[in-house]
C-alpha cells in the first residue's frame, strides 16, 4: 500500500537518495528546501512534489502545515532530515554558530512537529536523521551533537503525547555519510578525499554514502516498525567500535 511521505530537505544527501527510493516504490513524495532553483531541479529529477520552505523560518513551517491542510493532503511519514554542521573547536565557537546550528537541527524539527502532526495519519510514522555524534564525542562537534541530542531527547515527550494520535518517532544515527553537507561545513575538495582515505580503516572499509541510510528510512517508515517508540538505529560502518 502506497504511503504519502514529506522529506525536509529533500534536494540533496540522505533527503534526495531517501525520496529517490520512496518514489520508486510508488509512494507520493514531497519534499522542502529553502532554495527555489534547487528545490525545482530536484523535483523534476526524482518526480516528486516540492514545496518551497525554510525550515529555520517559523512562518515558514506555519504556512506549510496550512497549506497541507488545505490541500488535504494526509501524511503517513514524515522524515526529518534538513541540517546543518558547521565544525568549531570549543575555543572558537561562536553565539551566533551555536544558535543557527540549534535553530536549524532542534527547533525547526521540533516546531515541523508541532505544525504537521494534525496532518498526520493514524498511525504515522517520523523519522529524524540524527548523527552518530550523540553517542561519540569527535572534536569539532559540540554544537553540532548538542542540536540532535536535543531533538532525540524531545522526541520521547513526542511519543508520549502523540501516542493517541499514533504518531511514532524513531531517529537514525549515520555515521559519516558524503553528501553535500562537507561541502557547505568549508571542506575543501582535498579536505574531504583525505576524510574519505581515513575511514578506510573502518570495517566497512570505506566512507558511507546516503544509499546506506535509505534502507533504514525505508523501514522506520513502513508498518513493520509499527512497535517502534523513540528508536535509535545507528548506521555508521563501525565507527563506534
Not at 536523521?129 to 569539532?140: F, L, M, N
Not at 549515520?174 to 573502518?202: N, R, Y
Request: with cysteine.
Amino acid at each position: 500500500m502506497s504511503k504519502t511521505v514529506l522529506i525536509t530537505g529533500g534536494t540533496s544527501g540522505i533527503g534526495y537518495a531517501s525520496a529517490k527510493a520512496l518514489k520508486a516504490e510508488g509512494n507520493r513524495v514531497l519534499i522542502t528546501g529553502r532554495d527555489q532553483a534547487r528545490l525545482d531541479k530536484a523535483a523534476s529529477e526524482l518526480g516528486v512534489e516540492a514545496i518551497l520552505c525554510d525550515s529555520t523560518n517559523a512562518a515558514a513551517i506555519v504556512a506549510l502545515g496550512k497549506r497541507l491542510a488545505k490541500d488535504g493532503i494526509t501524511l503517513d511519514g514524515l522524515v526529518l532530515n534538513a541540517g546543518i554542521f558547521y565544525p568549531r573547536a570549543i575555543s572558537d565557537e561562536s553565539w551566533d554558530n551555536i544558535q543557527v546550528t540549534m535553530n536549524t537541527n532542534f527547533a525547526g524539527p521540533f516546531m515541523m512537529m508541532q505544525a504537521l502532526a494534525g496532518t498526520m495519519s493514524n498511525p504515522a510514522s517520523v523519522v529524524f536523521i540524527s548523527s552518530v555524534a550523540v553517542e561519540k564525542a569527535h572534536p569539532t562537534c559540540a554544537a553540532y551533537a548538542a542540536s540532535k541530542a536535543a531533538f532525540e531527547a524531545a522526541a520521547g515527550v513526542m511519543n508520549v503525547e502523540l501516542a493517541a494520535s499514533g504518531i511514532r518517532v524513531n531517529s537514525i544515527r549515520p555515521g559519516v555519510t558524503l553528501t553535500e553537507i562537507q561541502k557547505k561545513a568549508g571542506m575543501s575538495d582535498e579536505d574531504i578525499a583525505g576524510l574519505a582515505e581515513s575511514l578506510k580503516g573502518l570495517p566497512v572499509g570505506r566512507i558511507l554514502s546516503p544509499a546506506d541510510i535509505v534502507p533504514a528510512v525505508q523501514y522506520l517508515l513502513s508498518d513493520a516498525s509499527i512497535a517502534m517508540r523513540n528508536g535509535h538505529m545507528t548506521i555508521d560502518g563501525g565507527f563506534g567500535l
